[in-house]
Nanobody, 114 residues
């Protein structure tokens, strides 16, 4: 079984920072992109950031300049550094790894208080 384990979520005050980590384990291979998505209550799941195997990055407009995605492909690990957090960033954050198959983590809660 392939599992993606997210960590680093929690409760933080507005303006604070969190660093999310996601580590893939099991028979995972040929990952061409890693990313983070989030889903707030009552809203659609949305892309936050993606990084390809060539280190090309894409961010949703609302997080540009505040969030940074990085990876360690050899360790099947992707990170999301989140700075200047806002209450509207509150959501469950999901890790995704894309290859011949697509893998999802179970999500980690990020709550930003006013």
């Amino acid at each position: 079984q392939v599992q993606l384990a997210e960590s680093g979520g929690g409760l933080v005050q507005a303006g604070g920072s969190l660093r999310l980590s996601c580590v893939g384990s099991g028979s995972i291979f040929s990952i061409v992109a890693m990313g983070w998505y989030r889903q707030a209550p009552g809203k659609q799941r949305e892309l936050v950031a993606i990084i390809t195997s060539g280190s090309t990055t894409t961010y949703t407009d609302s997080v540009k300049g505040r969030f940074t995605i990085s990876r360690d492909s050899a360790k099947n690990t992707v990170y999301l550094q989140m700075n200047s957090l806002r209450p509207e960033d509150t959501a469950v954050y999901y890790c995704k790894m894309i290859g011949p198959r697509t893998y999802w983590g179970q999500g980690t809660q990020v709550t930003v208080s006013s």
